[in-house]
Nanobody, 121 residues
């Protein structure tokens, strides 16, 4: 069974930094796109950053220049380095990945359970 497990959330003061990690485990053939989403209080879940298997990345305007997404394909892990954090970055952050369970099968969309990031002013 494929699982995505996030770690690295916590409480930080405004201007501080945190690094989130998300590792995929279980039996699968390949991982395509990996991404981070977040759900702020009272808001819908939104895309924060995505990274392709080749390393091409895209960011939401609200985090461009402050957050960096990266991945280690050998470890099936995606990271989110968050700098200059602001109170409005407070949210539950979710890992997302398109994973191919077996060769010749379709890619399925998987989600982690989320990790809380709280930024105090």
């Amino acid at each position: 069974q494929v699982q995505l497990v996030e770690s690295g959330g916590g409480l930080v003061q405004a201007g501080g930094s945190l690094r989130l990690s998300c590792a995929a485990s279980g039996s699968f053939n390949s991982i395509n796109i990996m991404a981070w989403y977040r759900q702020r209080p009272g808001k819908q879940r939104e895309s924060v950053a995505t990274v392709s298997r080749g390393g091409s990345s895209f960011y939401a305007d609200s985090v461009e220049g402050r957050f960096t997404i990266s991945r280690d394909n050998a470890k099936n892990t995606v990271y989110l380095e968050m700098n200059d954090l602001k109170p409005e970055d407070t949210a539950v952050y979710y890992c997302n990945a398109a994973i191919q369970p077996e060769s010749n099968s379709d890619y399925n969309n998987y989600w982690g359970r989320g990790t809380q990031v709280t930024v105090s002013s």
